[in-house]
């Protein structure tokens, strides 16, 4: 059986891992990039989520409890440089601190180990720099090189026997047939894991016409003169999959504060440039415009919008979660990315994994953050139900 892969992201290479490991097909990645993790998988900031802020019984608290296991022991074992340094969710006041008491329950009840209440002096040996009233730690929380872990990924599935075809974006789908702008293909199987466009992959094969996703651009800024440690949030709304403009100490050294999470013109629009066609694309869908109707949306899209115009705004951000302001002068523009983020008809944003399944194909149309963290145990997963539904 010849099964074709759409998208080389950590996704769709966990899942040509997956099945060669099991020698279950023949396997052929097609990637519209000259390389890999070009996107989101490899413009993030290297987060291993622990999983505390995952709703219970939820694909998501399922897979970042067992994928953060198996990616933590995965790095171990291939000499991928990462770091377990540990999450605090911090509170500055009582809602928030009702919050931090929220992810707790939540990340005990689905088996997050070792999470503890830390008070103000106990987060001042940990973190000197940080004010809060109370915070949550959790010591698995963990950073990785996401590039170096998508090339190793994608090189184990090649030398297990999976054909990687690079520069084949793919722009039509008539039945088994993939049609690239370079080349046709036939699959006796096909897997989209498009990620931003993996949408219009499922368009093209009538399958989740419910779904459109819509852009939202993550912006960073480098934090010079600033000792953070672990990685350090402000309590989520978790009324949003968002979690806020957080600190993370990099593999490479360097403190990143971020994301935001502002509207994108477009799915590559990194630049906060206005990409015409698919701005006009979104502008035409019932989900926009349905999301867009909801008042606490417009607030958080409102306040998002100012964290990218204003450099000031986002110092503000940033130094709510310090005892001593930081200066202007002291951040500088990091890379962006872009989350793919599903909005259903009726204008909801999903904040879990989906994965529809149609004929001979499959396709994972949500796996945003924590999707890196996910991956492995996602992959499990995903290779189980085709397993079952090729028999």
């Not at 099991?22 to 413009?43: F, P, Y």
């Not at 940990?126 to 809060?132: C, D, I, L, M």
Request: with cysteine.
């Amino acid at each position: 059986m010849q099964t074709y892969i759409i998208g080389g992201g950590v996704i769709g290479s966990a899942v040509a891992r997956e099945i060669r490991l099991r020698d279950l097909s023949e396997i052929v990645v097609l990637e519209k990039e000259e390389s890999t993790a070009m996107h989101a998988s490899g413009r993030n900031s290297g987060v291993i989520h622990s999983g505390i802020n995952q709703f219970p019984g939820s694909l998501k608290a399922d897979f970042c409890l067992k994928g953060s296991r198996e990616l933590r022991k995965y790095c171990k074992e291939k000499n991928i440089p990462f770091k377990e340094c540990g999450t605090i969710v911090t509170a500055r006041n009582k809602q928030e601190e009702f919050v931090l008491y929220t992810l707790l329950g939540m990340g005990r009840q689905i088996g997050v180990p070792n999470l503890e209440i830390i008070n103000k002096s106990k987060l001042a040996e940990k973190e000197p720099a940080v004010k809060a009233s109370l915070a949550i730690f959790s010591p698995t929380g963990a950073v990785v090189d996401s590039q170096k872990l998508v090339e190793t990924l994608a090189d184990e599935a090649k030398s297990l026997g999976a054909k990687y075809k690079l520069g084949e974006k793919v722009i039509a789908i008539e039945k088994n047939e993939i049609i690239t702008q370079n080349n046709k293909f036939y699959a006796d199987y096909i897997i989209n894991c498009a990620g931003l466009y993996a949408d219009k992959i499922a368009h093209m094969m009538n399958t989740g016409e419910r779904y459109s996703i819509i852009p939202f651009r993550g912006e960073y800024q480098e934090v010079n003169n600033l000792s953070i440690r672990t990685m350090v949030y402000a309590a989520p709304d978790l009324n949003f999959p968002f979690l806020g403009i957080h600190f993370t100490r990099s593999i490479g050294g360097k403190l990143l504060a971020g994301p935001s999470a502002s509207l994108a013109f477009g799915r590559e629009a990194y630049n906060k440039q206005v990409v015409v066609r698919e701005t006009i694309d979104m502008l035409s869908t019932q989900n926009f415009w349905r999301l867009i109707l909801s008042k606490k949306f417009m607030k958080l899209a409102a306040h998002n919008a100012k964290l990218s115009i204003s450099k000031k705004a986002f110092m503000r951000e940033i130094n709510y979660l310090l005892k001593s302001p930081i200066l202007d002068k002291d951040i500088v523009p990091h890379k962006a990315g872009i989350r793919a983020q599903v909005v259903s008809t009726d204008g909801k944003m999903l904040d879990d994994i989906l994965v529809e399944h149609k004929d001979n194909s499959t396709h994972v149309l949500n796996a945003v953050s924590p999707g890196m963290t996910c991956s492995l145990a996602f992959a499990e997963y995903i290779v189980d139900e085709i397993t079952k539904r090729i028999k």
